[in-house]
């Protein structure tokens, strides 16, 4: 007799479908009442608050550290009059995973093990659960029984059999028509080649008439942005201000927040304690770690912290491609909450954030499939670029982004503070794993399938880049993503337009195409700066003077509306900074045209290269202070 065999030999085929689920949980706390591994008091506690949410009793005592997993085994094999099954010794056969299909099996905390005859045995974390899930199974399997396993062991023969399969799903989540997975090397594009060439030709046949085009792209992509960031300014402002939200009595579900790892061994210690301020019920609380295979410095910083029971380790295996997009999607397939949040490693989310993330789903309809946080820092004080950024993002993120939702335009997410409706992230593919910029991107996806994203009254604090050559390698990445994420978008524009609506398709140009623009040849605008000594220009001669005063008028109005959008964002926040900080941006944005040319250079050689940002680096008296 093989090991199947004898561990399962006399393992019955159906007493998990015929147990009733309720009498099944309440014979789960009595046994281990009787056992006395947990206190009546709790125990009446526990079943208290499981009675109000949508949590397994199992995870409520675990989450208050009432049991351990070996408790629950023992007594769960024991209630459903099942066996346990040793992953550990005997994996399972990987065709049996691939004819469940290894994401579902993530999903539903199961794992098709051996054939004892014609019967599969399959092991699971969720007993209760079984009876559901039988049909699905017997449809792919044909006749199953249940064994019983831990999670971390279902996990752990899961990845060990087909950890290979999942790095390549991470990969190609996305759709190959809304993907940039395809993107070529500059060598590889005749297109690229031949666009290059055309440029270099026009400006060496032509300069003064390829001089006067990209001026005038330049100004009347200016334009379009100034209009566009006054319009979103006045919707904001014009936005009635949040009352307190009405008492609800949904059942409050499982959110899990994933956030992805890589080279954080300093902040891990930080991130498990900001996390555990989060004011939701530990039993409804799914914390995903997701750490590269070879990432050894943070998985070693992970296994010294004392994790609590809500959060879990998830080892993302090698790939093709290491990008943050890349370990959400891996992460994703073992989330278990109907919601599902990111976070930065730096991230200090205010306490009451995900009952504010709830009860705004709860209120809205199937449409609203993404709610955006605010950003802000807590480390605006470092220096003069730490000051910048804090201006910068709070007018971003407490005007312009909640303006560009009241419009009904496109909104580019933010990398983080992003909550989804699962089923919805299920239907788009997730991430883009090539994207650099996959927040954007997935904020373009939502608004082309008909769904929508709204700015939430919650503020997220991280950290401010506030050294210029990492804060140029951050900034680079993300006007490389805004240029890939156009170009893939538009690879069909009559679609774009019918999928985003014209009012929708000419914000997206404005907004990436425009930037993308203003990035780029803002030295060719802030040219005309020498006329103010006394220089020539080579331009200005061949300019009507109507053309030159419209020039100044536009330049001077988009310091007026950087300057006021600053103040008023600035004005938003609880820092005190003072508003002549606001005037010293005019030095802060020149910045980001080197980052421009940078992330140009890598679309061209390395469009997948993910120029990680450090953290942990802000003053240690506000540290101190968090």
């Not at 004892?116 to 079984?130: K, L, N």
């Not at 014009?238 to 059942?251: D, E, V, W």
């Not at 061994?265 to 039993?283: K, M, Q, S, W």
């Not at 809205?364 to 499939?369: D, H, R, T």
Request: hydrophobic share 50%; charged share 20%; glycine share 8%.
């Amino acid at each position: 007799m093989g090991a199947a065999e004898r561990i399962t030999a006399d393992l019955p085929v159906a007493p998990v479908e015929t147990a009733h689920a309720g009498r099944r949980t309440f014979a789960v706390g009595a046994s281990l009442l009787r056992e006395g591994v947990v206190s009546p008091d709790d125990m009446v506690a526990a079943l208290s608050q499981q009675s109000r949410e949508s949590g397994r009793l199992p995870d409520v005592l675990r989450a208050r550290g009432l049991v351990v997993e070996r408790d629950l085994l023992g007594v769960d094999a024991r209630n459903w009059g099942i066996r346990l099954v040793d992953l550990d010794s005997a994996l399972p056969d990987p065709r049996l995973i691939d004819a469940v299909g290894v994401q579902d099996c993530l999903r539903h905390g199961l794992v098709p093990w051996q054939k004892v005859g014609d019967v599969t045995i399959v092991a699971t974390s969720r007993p209760e659960e079984f009876r559901r899930l039988r049909p699905m199974l017997e449809a792919r399997l044909g006749p199953v029984a249940a064994g019983l396993a831990s999670s971390r062991a279902i996990l752990g023969a899961i990845h060990a059999r087909r950890g290979d399969v999942l790095a390549r799903a991470a990969e190609t989540r996305v759709a190959e028509a809304e993907s940039c997975r395809s993107w070529p090397r500059l060598h590889q594009s005749p297109l690229a080649v031949a666009a290059i060439g055309g440029c270099l030709a026009a400006l060496a046949v032509a300069p003064l008439a390829t001089g006067l085009a990209a001026l005038a792209f330049a100004v009347i992509s200016l334009a379009a942005i100034v209009v566009l960031k006054i319009a979103a300014t006045i919707a904001a402002l014009r936005a009635p201000l949040p009352g307190p939200a009405p008492a609800s009595n949904a059942i409050a579900p499982v959110v899990s927040i994933i956030v992805a790892l890589y080279r954080e061994g300093d902040i891990a210690p930080r991130l498990v304690r900001r996390l555990a301020r989060l004011d939701y019920p530990a039993e409804l609380l799914d914390v995903i770690l997701a750490v590269e295979a070879e990432d050894h410095v943070t998985l070693d910083a992970l296994s010294k912290a004392e994790l609590p029971p809500w959060m879990r380790v998830v080892i993302v295996p090698e790939g093709q491609v290491k990008t943050k997009p890349r370990a959400l999607n891996h992460a994703f397939d073992h989330a278990r909450g109907a919601i599902i949040g990111v976070y930065d490693a730096e991230d200090a989310p205010e306490p009451d954030q995900l009952r504010k993330v709830v009860e705004r789903f709860q209120r809205s309809g199937p449409e609203v499939a993404c709610l955006q946080g605010m950003l802000d820092y807590y480390n605006p004080r470092t220096n003069w670029l730490s000051r910048c950024f804090t201006i910068e993002y709070a007018g971003w993120f407490r005007l312009v982004l909640p303006g560009l939702a009241r419009l009904g335009l496109v909104v580019p997410l933010g990398g983080t503070t992003l909550f989804f409706r699962r089923e919805v992230l299920d239907r788009l593919g997730a991430w883009d794993a090539h994207n650099v910029t996959e927040d954007a991107d997935l904020g373009i996806r939502l608004a082309r399938h008909g769904y929508r994203t709204e700015l939430i009254d919650t503020v997220t604090h991280e950290e401010a880049n506030c050294r210029p050559l990492p804060w140029i390698k951050q900034r680079s990445r993300w006007i490389k993503g805004y240029m890939m994420t156009w170009a893939v978008h538009m690879r069909q524009p009559r679609l774009l337009w019918r999928q985003l609506g014209p009012k929708g398709f000419w914000g997206f140009q404005v907004l990436f195409l425009g930037s993308i623009a203003q990035f780029l040849l803002a030295p060719l605008l802030w040219s005309f700066m020498v006329l103010s000594f006394g220089f020539g220009h080579p331009l200005h001669a061949a300019l009507p003077q109507a053309a030159t005063w419209a020039l100044f008028g536009i330049l001077f109005l988009s310091e007026v509306a950087n300057i006021v959008i600053g103040a008023l964002g600035l004005g938003r926040t609880t820092h005190g900074l003072s508003l002549l900080w606001v005037l010293t941006l005019k030095a802060y944005y020149p910045l980001a045209s080197l980052a421009a040319y940078k992330g140009l250079a890598e679309l061209a050689t390395r469009p997948f290269y993910w120029d990680k940002t450090t953290h942990g680096l802000f003053d240690q008296t506000v540290e101190a202070k968090d």
